[in-house]
Nanobody, 123 residues
Framework: QVQLVESGGGLVQTGGSLRLSCVAA????????VGWFRQAPGMERESVAR????????GYADSVTDRFAISRDNAENIVYLQMNKLRPEDTAVYYC????????????????WGQGTQVTVSS
């Protein structure tokens, strides 16, 4: 497993942007596929975006396509989630997760998780 730390959350108005970061502590993140997930109060954790270990494969939830972009800088050991045109329904705790073998939209397929960062979008 790998220890992950998210940052970059905050309060933003509708239509605004945020960039979330996910770093790995004491591990090489380039060995891992990474997914971003979110969980709103009373809701199940859902996939937002995912990226393969070398960045060659990316995937997005339909609700964020054309608004969010996942990327990674393996030299800096970091994965980003650029979020544009934010909406109130994007409000949630955002988590990054990593797995050596799977790139998946299902939370159960990821072995390592960060503590989450809160994103709040005001209307």
């Amino acid at each position: 497993q790998v220890q992950l730390v998210e940052s970059g959350g905050g309060l933003v108005q509708t239509g605004g942007s945020l960039r979330l970061s996910c770093v790995a502590a004491r591990s090489t993140l380039s060995n891992y596929n990474v997914g971003w997930f979110r969980q709103a109060p009373g809701m199940e954790r859902e996939s937002v975006a995912r990226i393969s270990h070398n960045g060659g494969i990316v995937g997005y939830a339909d609700s964020v396509t054309d608004r969010f972009a996942i990327s990674r800088d393996n030299a800096e050991n970091i994965v980003y989630l650029q979020m544009n045109k934010l909406r109130p329904e994007d409000t949630a705790v955002y988590y990054c997760a990593a797995d050596r073998n799977r790139i998946s939209a299902s939370p159960v397929d990821y072995a390592s998780w960060g503590q989450g960062t809160q994103v709040t979008v005001s209307s």
